[in-house]
Every structure is written in C-alpha cells, then in structure tokens.
C-alpha cells in the first residue's frame, strides 16, 4: 500500500499564481522527500525535510511537515509554465532506502 | 557531472520474452536502486544495491532480478515477460541509501 497520499490528484492554475500540493502519510518517518517529475521523464529531487524541522524553503518552494497530523504540504509560489509536472512525496519508513512514493499531484500552469 | 545513465530509453518486447535493462550510477554513488512506475500502481520500489550486495527488495516476483557490478553499475533482467510488465523502469543512485536519490530518465518497456 502506499505510504503517502497526495491532495489534490490535479491541479491547474494560471503562471503567476501559487499551487499548494499536500502528502499524508501514515507511519514515523526520519524524511519526508518531494520530487518532481517531467511527462515521462526521470524524477527531479527537489527538498527534504527532516522529522525535527517544521518548515524549509529553497527558491520559490516552501515544505513544511507537520508530524502529528503525518502529513506535509509543498507551495510553489509565483508559478511558471514550466513548473507544469507531476509531484511526488516520498518516505523511507524503515530507513533502509526503500522510497515510498505518493500517487502523485499533476500540476498544469497556463501561461 | 554526468547523471544517471539507462539504457535502453525505449524498448518493446512479446510476453514470455525476457529483457535486461543497464544503470549506470553517478560517479561515486555507490547505492543504485530500482522503481517500476505504471498509471495503476504508480512508483514502486523493486531493489536496491550497494557495493555489489542487494540490500533491500520490494514484492515483486522472482522474474525480478537484478545485480550491481565492481564499478556500480546495475543491470535488472526481467525474464518470462507479461503485458502487466510493461512500465517505466527507473533507475536512481546516491552516495547511501538514505536521502536524495538522484534518477535516470528510464527505460520505457512495452510488453505485446
């Protein structure tokens, strides 16, 4: 079964706007990871965020993890035609490498 | 830097057929693992290697195999292909196993 669970399953915005994207997961975690991925394409890293940290950035992307609701949110900000992809949360539970992924938020941006 | 390299990109092959597909890590990763990603089960982790040892291996049946090579290189074989095979196989290295993958673009296999 999957570990996380992503909210909403799409999304479509216009280019300037912000697109908020939301992962539950259901066990402890260590790290909870996003990754982007361009139409059948390889997946891009984007942050992670440790179980101790509450809130982390980079560029225009902003994660926080809120442990006990289980659950993180990713907020791209200011959002351009190329941010057009899907988005994955990612844990590793047991802490062995094995990545858990979410189904997945397809993103659309219009220009 | 080069990135993760798969090969074959794309490949089409009857059921019963068996395929190999190759990963070639960043240079310096010594952990390679596998994801099989398809429309209904979305990404699923089939193993992971480091320094020629599987450490780790998710639920897929044993026509799932894979190695890992001296120079961290990683092959996975296929054997006995089904339609329900067919996916994008991808392949990810990192420096340990915990943290940020970094992924190949995959190999698309397409099973007839």
């Known amino acids: 079964s999957q570990q996380g669970e992503e909210d909403p399953q799409a999304l479509s915005i216009q280019e300037g706007e912000n697109a908020t994207m939301n992962c539950s997961y259901k066990t402890s975690i260590n790290n909870l990871q996003w990754y982007r991925q361009n139409s059948g394409r390889g997946l891009v890293h984007l942050i992670l965020i440790r179980s101790n940290e509450r809130e982390k950035h980079s560029g225009r992307l902003r994660v926080t993890l809120d442990t006990s609701k289980k659950s993180s949110s990713l907020l791209i900000t200011a959002s351009r035609a190329a941010d057009t992809a899907s988005y994955f949360c990612?844990?590793?539970?047991?802490?062995?490498?094995?990545?858990?992924f979410g189904q997945g938020t397809t993103l659309q941006v219009k220009p | 830097k080069a990135g993760v390299t798969q090969t074959p990109r794309y490949l089409i092959k009857t059921r019963g057929q068996q395929v190999t597909l190759s990963c070639s890590p960043i240079s310096g990763h010594r952990s390679v693992s596998w994801y099989q990603q398809t429309p209904g089960q979305g990404l699923q982790f089939l193993f992971e290697?480091?320094?020629?040892?599987?450490?780790n291996k998710g639920n897929f049946p044993g026509r799932f195999s894979g190695r890992q090579f001296s120079n961290s290189r990683s092959e996975m074989n296929v054997s006995t292909l089904e339609l329900g095979d067919s996916a994008l196989y991808l392949c990810?290295?990192?420096?340990?196993?915990?943290?940020?993958?970094?992924f190949g673009e995959g190999s698309r296999l397409t099973v007839l």
């Open positions: 290697y480091f320094s020629e040892t599987q450490r």
């Open positions: 990612a844990t590793d539970p047991s802490n062995t490498g094995k990545l858990i």
């Open positions: 990810a290295s990192s420096w340990s196993n915990t943290g940020e993958l970094f």
